[in-house]
């Protein structure tokens, strides 16, 4: 049998001293690392004036009333749940338009309850209104027609009279108005 080499008790190798401890990680004293933020961008309506020569056709919301006083009455309601709308503090980019959307479905509430309106079925829905339209005259003047076309998009005007009552409009979109053609009409022929 063979027997093993053993070690020398005097290594040949020693280790350098004029090298450089290396630093452990533990030696620093740690920080806690705090993430970097996120910037969000928050979409930011920007008021603009929009001018054409086409004409423009608004959807309006209608509420009439009688007297002065309760049309004044129930302008000030809106007005005040608007007021209350913006003042809430709410982190959404798109606060104003779901503040919108909410003044619009109280305002449909309203016109259900009190307008004496016929389309107070619809929540005060007129539909889209324009300069040249037919008008049903149970419903809408041409007086009327000429103050929607001079409101703007989310304001709510001061009662306005009309020789059917006072009227508490809103307009809640506008677009260009583009006529419709009407289609060719047909030779009437017989089916036989």
């Not at 070690?7 to 690392?33: F, G, L, M, N, W």
């Not at 910037?39 to 009333?65: A, G, Q, S």
């Not at 129930?74 to 980019?93: G, H, R, T, V």
Request: aromatic content about 8%; glycine content about 2%.
């Amino acid at each position: 049998m063979s027997e093993q080499p053993k070690e020398s008790e005097k290594t040949i190798y020693q280790r350098d001293k004029t090298a450089k401890e290396p630093k452990t990680v533990s030696d620093t004293p740690k920080q806690p690392v705090k993430p970097k933020p996120k910037i969000k961008k928050v979409f930011v309506p920007k008021k603009t004036t929009f001018t054409t020569d086409k004409p423009m056709e608004h959807r309006v919301r209608n509420i009439r009333l009688t007297s002065k006083e309760s049309a004044k009455m129930i302008w000030e309601i809106l007005i005040d749940f608007q007021n209350d709308l913006a003042k809430a503090e709410i982190d959404d980019p798109d606060k104003s338009f779901h503040d919108w959307e909410k003044v619009e479905k109280f305002f449909i509430r309203l016109a259900k309850k009190y307008s004496i309106c016929q389309s107070k079925k619809l929540g005060g829905d007129l539909g889209w209104v324009y300069g040249d339209m037919t008008l049903p005259e149970q419903i809408i003047t041409s007086e009327l027609v000429d103050e929607i076309m001079k409101l703007e998009k989310f304001i709510i005007p001061d009662p306005i009279k009309s020789n059917l009552g006072f009227h508490i409009l809103m307009v809640c979109e506008s677009q260009i108005h583009t006529p419709k053609e009407k289609p060719p009409e047909k030779e009437s022929r017989p089916l036989f």
